[in-house]
């Protein structure tokens, strides 16, 4: 159980386009979810957190015009890059935190999505 | 400020061998911490917790409050080990905070 998907998992596109990229909980409810951002062999950087029905949560230095997130149900986050440029190809990956129980906080990720903007 | 380091980026070892990944980590408070490791062309996955004290794929991990330190260490290192690992912790907001990674490579 507890599975993350996205989609696509592989996106070109060209400079100026916009770019949307899915999160789903699969099997379980998720009120959070978070996106990162991960440079080739760099660590995950957090660009924002988003909760179900409400505003996503920037963190500084992300431009929130620039990266669209809507949370619109408890299954779905959605990510978009708007007006694309080269220096936003990187591999973007989502998570969904599982509320309580057990497995409480405990982040499930999603396999990554890789942009890459010509 | 919460922040997790990872000192080493590469950590080869030979097969059999024990292996000792360092985490260090800056927190006010009880921390919450975590490994996660990620396989070649797979997800990031949880691979243990502190509050678990659990011991996964013969990883262990012990919380060192004094020196504010929480490594992973395996007594005997196999080839299906190799992987990048991170250490993270969940701060205030209930975010995570990654460390930048150790690549661990496990030889024959």
């Known amino acids: 159980g507890a599975v993350v998907s996205q989609h696509p998992s592989r996106v070109i596109c060209k400079s100026g386009t916009s770019v949307k990229i899915e999160c789903r909980s699969l099997?379980?409810?998720?009120?959070?979810m978070f996106w990162y951002r991960q440079f080739p062999k760099q660590s995950l950087m957090l660009m924002a957190t988003s909760n179900e029905g409400s505003k996503a949560t920037y963190e500084q230095g992300v431009e929130k015009d620039k990266f669209l997130i809507n949370h619109a149900s408890l299954t779905l986050s959605t990510l978009t890059v708007t007006s694309a440029h080269p220096e936003d190809s990187s591999f973007y990956i989502c998570s969904a935190r599982i509320a309580g129980g057990a497995r409480r906080n405990e982040q499930f990720f999603g396999p990554g999505t890789r942009l890459t903007v010509l | 400020a919460q922040r997790v380091t990872q000192p080493e980026k590469l950590l080869s070892v030979f097969k059999g061998a024990p292996v000792e990944l360092k985490c260090n980590y800056s927190?006010?408070?009880?921390?919450?911490l975590f490994w996660y490791v990620q396989y070649s062309r797979q997800r990031l996955q949880l691979l243990l917790r502190h509050i678990s004290r659990e011991s996964i794929k013969g990883f262990t991990a012990d919380l060192n409050k004094g020196e504010t330190s929480f490594h992973l260490k395996k007594p005997f290192a196999q080839e299906e080990d190799s992987a990048m690992y991170y250490c993270?912790?969940?701060?205030?907001?209930?975010?995570?905070?990654f460390g930048p990674g150790t690549r661990l490579s496990v030889l024959p």
């Open positions: 099997d379980f409810q998720a009120t959070t």
């Open positions: 927190y006010s408070g009880s921390p919450e």
């Open positions: 993270a912790l969940l701060d205030y907001g209930q975010n995570f905070v």
